[in-house]
């Protein structure tokens, strides 16, 4: 079986090339203080062989949830009719 995280910058660069207007978007879901799940759309800025990057600001509670280490990123590709869920060490 092929590495996730490899396969899933493939089908990344194979969407920014096909000039897919959401392969940049992915969905950032965390878990709050008291346990509910809370998702937004942020921009992936890249998605390398060592994990996602992507911008947040320091002042928003996602920051707090990500190093919680609970956590997952939807992405999807309308191009490829591809998605994937990540999850890692933030």
């Known amino acids: 079986m092929s590495n996730p995280l490899h396969r899933s910058l493939d089908f990344f660069e194979q969407a920014r090339r096909a000039s897919d207007p959401c392969a940049t978007f992915v969905t950032l879901v965390t878990v709050d203080h008291v346990g509910m799940p809370v998702s937004r759309i942020i921009t992936a800025r890249e ?7 992507a911008s947040i600001s320091a002042t928003s509670p996602k920051v707090a949830q990500l190093a919680a280490d609970r956590w997952e990123v939807l992405c999807f590709w309308p191009s ?11």
Do not use: E, N, Y
Not at 47 to 53: A, K, P, Q, Y
Not at 80 to 90: E, I, N
């Open 80 to 90: 490829l009719m591809v998605q994937c869920r990540l999850r890692g060490h933030a």
């Open 47 to 53: 998605i390398t062989g060592d994990g996602l990057v």
